[in-house]
């Protein structure tokens, strides 16, 4: 069956560090892989997208890598505030978005 | 404002009644979605839709239907026949096709009692 599995439930991490995201699916060959940030109560927001051809792409203090032979995407927060402290979500872009189970970032001072 | 709108934002109805959540975009985007989220979990997709007047299921569709008459309105109705109805619904609207973000509107936090 075709499965999107985002590491650890939860993960907590002290302000400053760098927090890294999994994403690991099987069963697909997506072209894009979106990643997106959602607070309690909300919509998720989107944040990046990564195309099969490129390794890597950044956006502020944001990084994703997208491995097609290994089916994995890597979604890092460098110099992590506690403001990014929310759900993250990433999703694999055909013709429709098929997301993860989702990663909870807790920052704390 | 252009913008995705989801009505209403909470939504208490008895056990075997149906009920339909609206959602309303003025983006011009071709394509909308419809997912479902319950606590401490991701999005699964219901229903979704590329083009006026066409739409595919998603992976949970079972007890659900939706309706696409207009580019700006993808409404959708939870039908008595869902076991489990109450849960977070988020619908979402992209241009056409894969390579584009998606924008979400607010949710519907719907409870069946």
């Known amino acids: 069956s075709q499965k999107i599995e985002q590491n650890s439930e939860a993960l907590n991490i002290q302000e400053g560090k760098t927090a890294t995201l999994t994403c690991n699916y099987t069963?697909?060959?997506?072209?894009?892989l979106q990643w997106y940030r959602q607070d309690p109560g909300r919509g998720p927001v989107f944040l990046l997208l990564i195309r099969e051809n490129e390794k890597e792409k950044r956006k502020e203090r944001l990084k994703v890598t997208f491995d097609t032979t290994l089916k994995q995407s890597l979604f890092h927060i460098t110099a992590s505030q506690p403001a990014d402290s929310a759900t993250y979500l990433c999703?694999?872009?055909?013709?429709?978005?098929?997301f993860g189970t989702g990663t909870r970032l807790q920052v704390f001072p | 404002d252009g913008g995705i709108t989801q009505s209403p934002k909470y939504l208490f109805r008895k056990e075997g009644q149906n009920v339909t959540l609206s959602c309303e975009q003025n983006?011009?985007?071709?394509?909308m979605y419809w997912y479902r989220q319950d606590p401490g979990q991701g999005l699964r997709l219901i229903y979704y839709?590329?083009?006026?007047?066409?739409?595919q299921k998603g992976d949970i569709a079972e007890g659900y239907s939706v309706s696409r008459e207009k580019k700006e309105s993808f409404p959708l109705t939870v039908t008595s026949a869902q076991k489990n109805p109450t849960a977070f619904y988020l619908c979402a609207s992209r241009i056409q096709g894969a390579d584009t973000e998606a924008f979400f509107g607010q949710g519907t936090r719907l409870t069946v009692v």
């Open positions: 069963n697909y060959s997506p072209a894009y």
């Open positions: 839709s590329q083009i006026v007047n066409d739409f």
């Open positions: 983006l011009n985007h071709d394509a």
């Open positions: 999703a694999l872009d055909t013709d429709k978005l098929i």
